[in-house]
C-alpha cells in the first residue's frame, strides 16, 4: 500500500528543496522508506499568514485528502515565541477530521529558519560560527545561509543553494535531526508516536 505525504511550505519555490530531501530522509528514518513526499505547489501560499490561515488549509486538505495520508505543515518559526501554540491549534482542529478520513495532519516550525535544517547537515561550515548562535540567529538565512551558499558557489543553482544543500543534508538526517531536536526531532517523534500508536 502507498504512503503519500504532502507537505505544505510557507513558499514552495525555495523550501521544497530542503522539505523534500529532508522529509524523504525522515521517512526513511521511521521505517518509511517508499513513502511518495510531494511538496505543495498548488496553491502557491507565498508566506507565512497565508499557510496559517485555517480557511485556505481546510481547502487544501479538503483537495487532497482523498489521495494524501500525512499533511505536513512546516513553517518558520521567525522568532515568534507564540507560533508553536498556534501550529497546535491547527492540528487539534484536523485531529477529528483526520480520524474520520483516515490522514493525519502535523505541523511543525523551523528553528528559526529551514535554510539553518539544510545547514544542520553541513560539516564545513566556518569554525568561528557557534551552532547555538545559528540556531538562535532571528535572521540565519541571510546571516549564515546565503553566506554559506555563496563560498560554496551555489547561489545561482536552483533555490540559491538550497537544492545541493538540501540533498546533502537528508544525507546527514542523523546529524540534522541531532541538532535540530526542538523541530525535525519533535516532528518525527509524533509521527512515530501516531503510527506506533
Known amino acids: 500500500m502507498s504512503f503519500n505525504v504532502l507537505v505544505i511550505p510557507e513558499d514552495f519555490r525555495n523550501d521544497q ?25 498548488d496553491p502557491l501560499l507565498g508566506g507565512v499568514d497565508v499557510a496559517l490561515n485555517l480557511a485556505q488549509l481546510e481547502s487544501i486538505v479538503d483537495r487532497y485528502r ?21 501550529l497546535d491549534a491547527i492540528e487539534a482542529h484536523f485531529r477529528s477530521q483526520a480520524a474520520a478520513d483516515d ?3 502535523f505541523a511543525e516550525n523551523a528553528w528559526q529558519e529551514l535554510e539553518v535544517l539544510a ?6 561550515l566556518p ?3 557557534l551552532w547555538r548562535e545559528v540556531r538562535a540567529h532571528r535572521d540565519p538565512k541571510e546571516a549564515y ?9 551555489l547561489t545561482t543553482e536552483p533555490g540559491e543553494g ?30 512515530l508516536a501516531h503510527y506506533n500508536a
Not at 538526517?173 to 526542538?182: H, I, P, T
Open 17 to 41: 528543496y530542503i522539505l523534500k530531501p529532508l522529509v524523504q530522509a525522515m521517512l526513511a528514518q521511521l521505517g518509511k522508506p517508499r513513502a511518495k513526499v510531494s511538496v505543495l505547489t
Open 66 to 86: 482523498n489521495s494524501v495520508n500525512l499533511f505536513l505543515l512546516v513553517i518558520d518559526r521567525d522568532g515568534n515565541a507564540g507560533r508553536r501554540q498556534r
Open 103 to 105: 490522514f493525519i495532519f
Open 119 to 124: 545547514l544542520a547537515g553541513m560539516t564545513d
Open 127 to 129: 569554525e568561528r560560527w
Open 145 to 153: 545561509f546565503r553566506p554559506y551558499a555563496a563560498t560554496r558557489q
Open 162 to 191: 538550497r537544492k545541493t544543500i538540501g540533498a546533502e543534508a537528508a544525507r546527514r538526517y542523523d546529524r540534522v535531526r541531532n541538532l535540530c531536536q526542538e523541530d525535525v526531532l519533535a516532528l518525527e517523534q509524533k509521527i
